[in-house]
């Protein structure tokens, strides 16, 4: 029956492992096989950009071949005239090359001369139109070189043969160099239908292997542990029983009392009785309490405290825990008044034939216990200084937004409202009859208008602009030193060293533009600056912004603590915000030298769009 089990378990793992191996190997034959199709895709999409550049190019390079044709026609100064000859001639070797090398391929270039049937055809339509202009500046350019003196009459033929044909040249390359783009949209499609095949293709290969393999597979191993789990609880029960049996009296008496003998000089033990009566304490136990081994019949409670309210909460452990028993944590006081921790264990025992007799097993853990309760005064300490400075934040937060919106109300009402029926009375004031009259009134409601737009614009400028949810974060912050330059009248600066352009993550966004505009408002209201720059660049996976300004600089080490709630809230803010993208913010002053703020957030490839 053994034999048999046996057997089927093994041939069972045998066809598990098979189909495991069958199960991987499929995979990753998918992953090879998607991997090999898009990269032979990829290989082919290498040179669509260097073609499009080059088919682009040769437009520019008709347009100045004509252009140092015409100058021909016109300079007579011989020094001139040779400086042009030899520019028109590398001209023309530029253009002739790459437009050879578009229809037959160039190593050098970087083109691989594959077109369609489409721009073969469209080449075919232009070449007879390249090759006058071709031929008309070879023999422009011999002309000059057999007389350095010819005459513009005896080049006039060529000139206009070059003049008529380049228009048609222009709208034929241009015609190309669109369907180069075109077909190059095509493939880059065709690749994303490929990717959401493949993707589609391997997870139905995922979720089939999970319903036919790996499903069926994970059920016959869980039966086949359950089994093995059982009959390995049966042998240990049949050992421990067999063990139990031969195992003699004796043997049990002499392992008692070497045990009985170790925990005294090793550990905390003692015997008493149900009532708290010392039976025996061992060696550790009486010497860490003063207390004589001969003299027993003692009160457990009392040995180990001399305080009345610790004797009271031990006396009650023993009370209810005698027949159950207990384990915990204990405070005692020796008699030289030192604080000692227990870790303690209160065991029933009951020996044959005997009364019943509780054991008390414990550790020392004065030193870890001191330990424990100051790392909880500290951490108690440390969250009561968290809640204090949030409760301050908050406060501060709130204050602000209140601020923003008494400034937006006042400026509506002061400003624009005040404005607006100035508008409407002036309408109402409007009289048609007097043609005069009712112009100029009109010339002053234009100028009202646009003082109204400009108040409006003034006035909810600190809210998102709309640059930051439409266009991203650069167009953002060009858009906020643009505006803040024309309010305050300083030199407000954006250098995108690295043109990024990219969007990132919304809340990475507004947070970015947030403690931006804090630095920049800081510049203009504390430090007495006239220059104010922000830089902006990126390197791998790191978009770095730098706020510079000429102020008058300040001791970073004096800003005022948060924690006091007296200012300092700008750069706690600033701060915050920072920690909330995982980002950094470095600040650097001195007095009379100007402030530089450091943003420094990370972002992953995928996150760039």
Do not use: C
Request: aromatic share 6%.
């Amino acid at each position: 029956m053994a034999g048999n089990r046996n057997s089927l378990d093994q041939n069972t793992f045998e066809r598990l492992r098979r189909l495991y191996i069958i199960a991987l190997s499929t995979i990753a034959l998918s992953v090879i096989f998607s991997q090999l199709l898009i990269r032979n895709h990829l290989k082919n999409q290498e040179s669509d950009s260097r073609v499009i550049n080059v088919a682009g190019r040769q437009r520019m390079l008709s347009q100045k071949l004509t252009k140092e044709i015409l100058s021909l026609s016109t300079e007579s100064n011989f020094l001139e005239r040779g400086e042009i000859k030899n520019s028109l001639e590398q001209t023309l070797a530029l253009w002739g090359n790459s437009h050879i090398a578009l229809q037959n391929g160039s190593d050098s270039l970087g083109l691989p001369g594959k077109n369609s049937k489409v721009v073969s055809g469209m080449f075919n339509d232009i070449n007879p139109t390249y090759d006058v202009i071709k031929e008309a500046s070879e023999s422009i350019i011999k002309e000059i070189e057999a007389s350095s003196s010819v005459s513009v009459k005896k080049l006039s033929e060529d000139i206009e043969k070059v003049k008529l044909s380049e228009g048609d040249f222009l709208v034929k390359m241009d015609a190309i160099v669109n369907q180069y783009d075109l077909e190059a949209e095509e493939r880059v499609a065709w690749l994303r239908k490929l990717e959401m095949f493949l993707t589609a293709f391997t997870l139905l290969l995922l979720l089939a292997e999970f319903l036919f393999i790996f499903w069926p597979t994970a059920k016959t191993v869980k039966n086949s542990l359950s089994e093995l789990i059982l009959a390995e609880k049966r042998a240990k029960e049949m050992a421990y029983n067999a063990d139990v049996l031969s195992e003699a009296k004796e043997k049990s008496i002499r392992e008692l009392r070497a045990l009985s003998h170790a925990m005294d000089e090793t550990l905390l033990f003692a015997r008493i009785s149900p009532e708290g009566i010392i039976l025996h304490m061992g060696k550790k136990f009486s010497k860490l309490f003063k207390l004589s081994r001969f003299n027993t019949a003692e009160n457990f409670t009392k040995v180990l405290s001399i305080q009345p309210n610790e004797q009271e909460v031990i006396e009650e452990i023993i009370s209810k825990h005698k027949k159950i028993g207990w384990q915990g944590e204990v405070k005692a006081t020796n008699k030289e008044g030192e604080d000692i921790w227990l870790e303690m264990s209160v065991i029933p025992f009951n020996p044959v034939g005997e009364r019943s007799e509780l054991l008390i097993i414990a550790s020392d853990i004065t030193k870890r216990k001191a330990g424990q309760l100051e790392i909880e005064r500290l951490t108690k300490q440390s969250f009561e200084e968290k809640m204090n400075q949030q409760k301050i934040v908050s406060s501060k937060i709130i204050e602000n937004q209140e601020k923003e919106q008494n400034r937006i109300a006042k400026d509506v009402h002061d400003g624009i409202g005040q404005m607006l029926t100035g508008l409407k009375y002036n309408l109402e004031s409007i009289d048609i009859s007097d043609i005069d009259k009712t112009a100029t009134k009109i010339e002053h409601l234009k100028e009202l208008a646009a003082n109204i737009i400009k108040g409006v614009r003034t006035a909810t400028f600190n809210l998102t602009p709309p640059e930051l949810a439409d266009h991203g974060i650069v167009p953002a912050l060009t858009k906020l030193t643009q505006e803040l330059a024309k309010l305050t009248g300083k030199e407000i600066l954006l250098f995108n060293k690295t043109d990024f352009d990219g969007r990132l993550d919304s809340l990475k966004e507004i947070n970015i533009y947030r403690i931006t505009q804090e630095a920049i408002n800081n510049a203009i209201k504390y430090a007495d600056s006239t220059h104010i720059i922000v830089s902006l660049s990126t390197s791998k996976n790191m978009l770095s912004i730098v706020i510079d300004d000429n102020g008058k600089g300040f001791d970073p080490n004096k800003i005022v603590s948060v924690k006091n709630g007296d200012g300092g809230m700008g750069m706690t803010f600033m701060r915050e915000r920072i920690k909330y993208i995982n980002g950094r913010l470095f600040l650097h002053s001195e007095p009379g030298k100007g402030t530089r703020v450091t943003l420094n957030i990370p972002f992953s490839n995928n996150e760039v769009s």
